[in-house]
């Protein structure tokens, strides 16, 4: 089955700084890559995805990049907030004849913004 | 996005009760959904998918006559607890696959995190 590793674990910054979260995958019939952001006490929120036929998408201040070669893909916040301290997880996903749909989650990334 | 709504968000029973925990599709349908136990800080934990009119299908290791999923309408997803424990306890969250043209996308709902005493 799929295995999707993240890394790091746990990550302080400075307000205005970029961070970098990167997710790895060992499927090669992954073809979707969501990210998703908690807050404590609530349920993931979807903040951008990732097709494997793009290499990159952005949304504002957050990008998502995708090799799939190397079966790695990364998480960008730039101009970080306060706001953006939550715990990021990453999944990876292959179609649903494959799966069911099932995504297979990264263990997450406690992101902290330090104002 | 698209919302999911849970109810109830947080409950506490006493030991050997059912609970029962409600996860809503609210602006669109969804065939498919899935539940999800998290434990403190750790990754979700899938248990099982529900599918509307027929059975869930669980994963390894879940017991499925312990947590019993109910689809049965293509807006709402049941799950319930039977004769809860304390290790019972935990955040139970669930998501609702929404279908679209090429990529089907997955929104989760605000969880339900249940106290057994």
Redesign the interface.
Known sequence: GENVEQHPSTLSVQEGDSAVIKCTYSDSASN?F?W?KQEL??????II?I?SNVGEKKDQRIAVTLNKTAKHFSLHITETQPEDSAVY?CAA?AG?KTN????T????T?LTVKP | ?AV?S?HPSWVICKSGTSVKIECRSLDFQAT?M?WYRQFP????M?MA?SNEGSKA?YEQGVEKDKFLINHASLTLSTLTVTSAHPEDSSFY?C?A?RRGL??????????T?LTVL
């Open positions: 979707y969501p998703y006490g609530k349920g993931p929120q979807l995805d097709r997880f996903r649903e069911a749909g099932k995504s989650f990264g263990d997450g406690t | 996005g999911v849970q498919t899935f800080k750790q990754s979700l899938l998918t299908t969250i998501s696959l090429g990529i089907n996308e997955q929104f989760f709902g605000p969880g995190r």
